[in-house]
């Protein structure tokens, strides 16, 4: 009894200091730093793939074929937010790349960011959710032909 009791009070004394460290910050972060300081291997993988952000930023010859969504994480971990948060960027806008080119998309317009179900339209802005281990990004955007 002794013991396990030994065993609690310790695990106590661990988990309280991550719960009283533990945050959900939310950040509204620069696409175009983001961009600008991509690194050329997400450079490569993304390609020449078209992205346009904010509501109503679609080119004027296009077809919608429908909303896609996407919600990436990364460690943020001794990580400034910035970069976590961008490497969450990069891993959303490949995720949305990949969903639509799967239905024979050219390019994602009218992204905005949907943290926890919350859109949030920025032609200069995506934002980020900030924790203790984990930095976030979920982004939707419509298909386009």
Known sequence: MKKMLLSLVAAGCFVLPLSVYASDDIHDVSIK????????????????????????????????EGTIYTSKR??????????????????????????????????????????????????DTYVCGEGLLMSGVALKGVIIK
Do not use: H, R
């Open 74 to 123: 990364t460690n943020g971990v001794f990580k400034n937010y910035q970069k976590s948060c961008n490497w969450a960027f990069y891993s959303a806008l490949i995720d949305l790349k990949e969903q639509s080119q799967a239905a024979g998309g050219k390019g994602v317009a009218d992204i905005e960011s949907n943290w926890k179900n919350n859109p949030t339209s920025s032609e």
């Open 33 to 64: 730093n983001a961009m600008e300081v991509m690194p050329e291997k997400v450079k490569n993988k993304l390609g020449d793939f078209k992205f346009y952000f904010g509501k109503d930023s679609k080119p004027f010859d296009y077809s919608a």
